[in-house]
């Protein structure tokens, strides 16, 4: 710990690697109680330095750190160890990611409520979104279950939803296995220790379907490692077999199935359970419903009323306070509550052949509950266009008024979603829209979208879409809304679309409902991304290849989100698209900050410069954009400047 600010730089570095490759649980307390600001100030220095293999040993380091207790993550906060990690959020180095996914899961598990709120006011959950969209297994998995962590804490839940980050977390646990998941990586291999599970336990009781489906697909894969060390004991000692048995008797698919697993493969017994498929439910599966919640008094009333699945979407108040005898005001909001919770997990399949719960789900989560009633009502495809307010209130029992209208408005909205003559007046009511290609854009993409969200813009990017999935109308609508159209070229990114003369490809799709749509269209061209002959590509995509754009330079991403910025906010495509020259050879001097505000700076005089003939727009931009500006420029003249 005394060569961490050692003034030999090699001794100081050997000593961190040293020390990243040794923090036990002994050696993390050692630390902690004699040389904590040491430890941490010799991992942020780690982390400033462009050395890959200093990356990785800072943030190694402070990834162990936040596996401590509250007290040490908010010294660690304070010293800057947190703020160290977010910034090395955006390297494109695997390992260093790894580090910085697991320091997050670590940090929001043993953080407490306090430093949880300092990870929201520092932007936390918008960071995590690149690491959940990440093609790496286990740099994706620790983003998502730091996301769950957080997002079960109903006092920031708001704050991290708006991230989006949540939505990748089904699309994990349902394509992923946990035996093979604990098997793909050292790191986890060995499975988690006592007193992390333990941190995770209450997350299995979390309100969020998604923070439950990844906490029980968690302590599946813990149980197959800690059954194949002998050591199951664990889960009766932190408490986790109740928490188990309850997630697998509910009627959510995923988590349910998950905690089961874990229960058989501990040697406990499996509770009934109970099928997503509420309306199929029998007397006896809404008595364990009953129970479940904690209503056990009434189990005998809802036996004598022989209430089954269909029966229970149906109460209203009256028959919950008459017939079953909830006279306490204060319980009845309790059962209700509950009752609209398991009418939004619920799954209505068995009816709802006009997929009205994906209609009303696509409004908001709360406009699930509303389902049932309008199945029920006779509404479908065809009614649907009908339905007025007065059938909204009186046949399917809705009796919130701006509910009501959020839906009439979605019908609406349903009917213009096909094209028309007056879809250019459609209010752009999206800052902007990221179009990216699935293979090797995404990185790239999620980065865009934080760092503009963190500038204050609204960001689309599409997280669920299969490649050769059928094209949504409600992606198209997305575009259509956008005023900006950001194209992500990651190296080949065009190179399906050539010869598309059919339009099946998704990114050509995207780029033509753009053009269609008057968009603001953007280029950020990857350093590897290569132009296909414009005569190659189908005609209605053509001209996306002559609008200007910014080269994407990885090491000076705020340069590169600042020319974005000015694009975005003032200097339009078609003002940009007059002014275009080829690129002309421009030489210009540049050093590279480590600072999330960095000032960028070129030559030696206040932050100007003159950057060659600067085609499109580029040259002679002073402050923070020139750096990028003077790159560019330099590229020379040819198809990328043309480009550019």
């Given at each position: 710990?005394?060569?961490c600010?050692?003034?030999?730089?090699t001794?100081?570095?050997?000593?961190?690697?040293?020390?990243?490759?040794?923090?036990?649980?002994e050696?993390?307390?050692?630390?902690?109680?004699n040389?904590?600001?040491?430890?941490?100030?010799?991992?942020?220095?780690c982390?400033?330095?462009?050395?890959?293999?200093?990356?990785?040993?800072?943030?190694?380091?402070?990834?162990?750190?936040?596996?401590?207790?509250?007290?040490?993550?908010?010294d660690?906060?304070?010293?800057?160890?947190l703020?160290?990690?977010?910034?090395?959020?955006?390297?494109?180095?695997?390992?260093?990611?790894?580090?910085?996914?697991?320091?997050?899961?670590?940090?929001s598990?043993?953080?407490?409520?306090?430093?949880?709120?300092?990870?929201?006011?520092r932007?936390?959950?918008?960071?995590?979104?690149?690491?959940?969209?990440?093609?790496?297994?286990?740099?994706?998995y620790?983003?998502?279950?730091?996301?769950?962590?957080?997002?079960?804490?109903?006092?920031?839940?708001?704050?991290?939803?708006?991230?989006?980050?949540?939505?990748?977390?089904?699309?994990?646990?349902?394509t992923?296995?946990?035996?093979?998941?604990?098997?793909?990586?050292?790191?986890?291999?060995?499975?988690q220790?006592?007193?992390?599970?333990?941190?995770?336990?209450?997350?299995?009781?979390?309100?969020r379907?998604?923070?439950?489906?990844?906490?029980?697909?968690?302590?599946c894969?813990?149980?197959?490692?800690?059954?194949?060390?002998g050591?199951?004991d664990?889960?009766?000692?932190?408490?986790?077999?109740e928490?188990?048995?309850?997630?697998?008797?509910?009627?959510n698919?995923?988590?349910?199935?998950?905690?089961a697993?874990?229960?058989?493969?501990?040697?406990?017994?499996?509770?009934?359970?109970?099928?997503?498929?509420?309306?199929?439910?029998?007397?006896?599966?809404?008595?364990?419903?009953?129970?479940?919640?904690?209503f056990?008094?009434?189990?005998?009333?809802?036996?004598?009323?022989?209430?089954?699945?269909?029966?229970?979407?149906?109460l209203?108040?009256?028959?919950?306070?008459?017939?079953?005898?909830?006279?306490?005001?204060?319980l009845?909001?309790?059962?209700?509550?509950?009752?609209?919770?398991?009418?939004?997990?619920?799954?209505?399949?068995?009816?709802?052949?006009?997929?009205?719960?994906?209609?009303?789900?696509?409004i908001?989560?709360?406009?699930?509950?509303?389902?049932?009633?309008?199945?029920?009502?006779?509404?479908?495809?065809c009614?649907?266009?009908?339905?007025?307010?007065?059938?909204?209130?009186?046949?399917?029992?809705?009796?919130?008024?701006?509910?009501?209208?959020?839906?009439l408005?979605?019908?609406?909205?349903?009917?213009?979603?096909?094209?028309?003559?007056?879809?250019?007046?459609?209010?752009?009511?999206?800052?902007?829209?990221v179009?990216?290609?699935?293979?090797?854009?995404?990185?790239?993409?999620?980065l865009?979208?934080?760092?503009?969200?963190?500038?204050?813009?609204?960001?689309?990017?599409?997280?669920?879409?299969?490649?050769?999935?059928?094209?949504?109308?409600?992606?198209?609508?997305?575009?259509?809304?956008?005023?900006?159209?950001?194209?992500?070229?990651?190296?080949?990114?065009?190179?399906?679309?050539i010869?598309?003369?059919?339009?099946?490809?998704?990114?050509?799709?995207?780029?033509?409902?753009?053009?269609?749509?008057?968009?603001?269209?953007?280029?950020?061209?990857?350093?590897?991304?290569?132009?296909?002959?414009?005569?190659?590509l189908?005609?209605?995509?053509?001209?996306?290849?002559?609008?200007?754009?910014?080269s994407?330079?990885?090491?000076?991403?705020?340069?590169?989100?600042?020319?974005?910025?000015r694009?975005?906010?003032?200097?339009?495509?078609?003002?940009?698209?007059?002014?275009?020259?080829p690129?002309?050879?421009?030489?210009?001097?540049?050093?590279?900050?480590h600072?999330?505000?960095s000032?960028y700076?070129?030559?030696?005089?206040?932050?100007?410069?003159?950057?060659?003939?600067?085609?499109?727009?580029?040259?002679?931009?002073?402050?923070?954009?020139?750096?990028?500006?003077?790159?560019?420029?330099?590229?020379?003249?040819?198809?990328?400047?043309?480009?550019?």
């Open positions: 710990m005394k060569n600010v050692h003034k030999d730089l001794l100081q570095f050997s000593s961190a690697q040293l020390l990243e490759q040794c923090l036990t649980t050696n993390r307390k050692h630390v902690v109680d040389g904590l600001d040491k430890v941490v100030n010799v991992a942020c220095v982390t400033k330095k462009s050395n890959m293999e200093h990356s990785r040993v800072g943030t190694g380091i402070l990834e162990h750190l936040f596996k401590h207790s509250e007290g040490t993550c908010s660690v906060i304070r010293l800057g160890g703020d160290a990690v977010l910034f090395e959020c955006r390297t494109s180095d695997v390992e260093t990611l790894r580090h910085c996914a697991s320091a997050l899961a670590n940090l598990l043993y953080g407490g409520a306090e430093n949880q709120e300092e990870m929201i006011l932007k936390v959950p918008m960071w995590l979104f690149p690491l959940a969209f990440h093609n790496d297994d286990n740099i994706k620790y983003a998502c279950l730091a996301i769950a962590v957080l997002v079960a804490n109903k006092e920031i839940e708001a704050e991290v939803l708006k991230s989006g980050c949540l939505d990748l977390v089904e699309p994990f646990v349902t992923h296995d946990p035996s093979a998941f604990a098997r793909s990586n050292l790191a986890h291999a060995h499975g220790s006592k007193h992390w599970l333990k941190r995770l336990v209450p997350v299995l009781s979390s309100n379907e998604e923070a439950r489906n990844l906490a029980a697909f968690h302590f894969m813990e149980a197959g490692i800690k059954r194949e060390q050591n199951t664990i889960f009766r000692e932190i408490n986790a077999i928490a188990l048995k309850t997630v697998a008797s509910c009627p698919a995923i988590a349910s199935k998950f905690a697993q874990a229960l058989r493969l501990i040697g406990e017994t499996v509770p009934h359970k109970l099928s997503q498929q509420v309306p199929l439910w029998s007397v006896e599966d809404v008595q364990e419903w009953v129970k479940q919640i904690g056990n008094g009434y189990i005998d009333r809802f036996e004598e009323s022989q209430v089954d699945g269909d029966l229970l979407l149906k209203n108040q009256d028959n919950l306070r008459d017939d079953i005898g909830i006279g306490n005001g204060i009845l909001r309790r059962f209700e509550r509950e009752l609209q919770n398991l009418k939004r997990m619920a799954d209505y399949s068995s009816k709802d052949t006009a997929k009205m719960h994906q209609f009303l789900s696509e908001g989560t709360d406009y699930c509950t509303y389902t049932y009633a309008m199945l029920n009502a006779g509404i479908d495809k009614a649907l266009p009908h339905v007025n307010e007065d059938m909204l209130m009186t046949e399917c029992g809705i009796h919130n008024s701006i509910h009501r209208l959020r839906i408005n979605a019908v609406k909205n349903l009917e213009n979603s096909l094209p028309s003559s007056s879809e250019e007046n459609m209010a752009k009511t999206l800052d902007v829209f179009s990216y290609r699935r293979s090797n854009g995404s990185q790239l993409a999620s865009l979208k934080v760092h503009l969200q963190l500038r204050g813009f609204s960001v689309f990017i599409d997280v669920e879409r299969l490649e050769a999935g059928k094209f949504d109308n409600g992606l198209l609508n997305s575009i259509r809304q956008a005023k900006n159209f950001v194209l992500v070229l990651t190296p080949d990114a065009l190179h399906r679309c010869a598309d003369e059919d339009c099946k490809d998704w990114v050509h799709r995207e780029i033509v409902a753009a053009l269609n749509s008057n968009c603001n269209i953007i280029p950020i061209m990857d350093q590897h991304f290569d132009w296909p002959e414009v005569e190659k189908p005609e209605d995509m053509r001209s996306v290849a002559h609008f200007n754009g910014v994407w330079i990885h090491d000076y991403q705020d340069a590169c989100i600042d020319k974005l910025e694009f975005l906010r003032g200097e339009k495509n078609i003002d940009r698209i007059a002014a275009m020259v690129g002309t050879p421009g030489a210009v001097s540049y050093q590279r900050m600072s999330n505000d000032d700076q070129s030559g030696g005089g206040g932050g100007a410069s003159s950057s060659g003939g600067g085609g499109g727009g580029g040259g002679g931009v002073g402050g923070a954009g020139s750096v990028v500006d003077g790159l560019m420029a330099a590229n020379g003249s040819g198809q990328v400047g043309q480009h550019e």
